[in-house]
């Protein structure tokens, strides 16, 4: 009995938010990002070509204080890595088609 008093007592007493208030989550990336060239809804009305959505991804994060890197291009995708103060901290895929930044870390 002494036991599970205990208990409730150290449940009510310990605060339950101590750990996810010491260490608050930090998204990098929001999910299913766009690209500045294309509208809100993942429509281009024209597709950009391979050159003007690697200056857009670039100028993209460079206004976040980030720098995209371009690692790779085939078709209507780039691959790039996100790096900010010299460390990766996403690499992201954009589809040229619709416009959509992906996280793929």
Request: with cysteine; proline share 5%; charged share 25%.
């Amino acid at each position: 009995m002494k036991k599970l008093i205990f208990i409730i007592l150290l449940l009510v007493i310990t605060p339950s938010g101590i750990h996810a208030e010491s260490y608050p989550a930090q998204t990098i990336m929001p999910y299913e990002e766009r690209c500045p060239l294309c509208g809100a809804y993942g429509y281009c009305e024209q597709q950009p070509s391979s050159r003007e959505a690697a200056r857009a991804l670039k100028t993209y994060y460079a206004k976040k204080g980030m720098k995209a890197t371009i690692i790779k291009q085939d078709g209507r995708f780039i691959e790039a890595e996100v790096t900010k103060n010299n460390k990766i901290i996403d690499r992201v895929l954009l589809d040229c088609r619709t416009g959509r930044i992906r996280s793929i870390y």
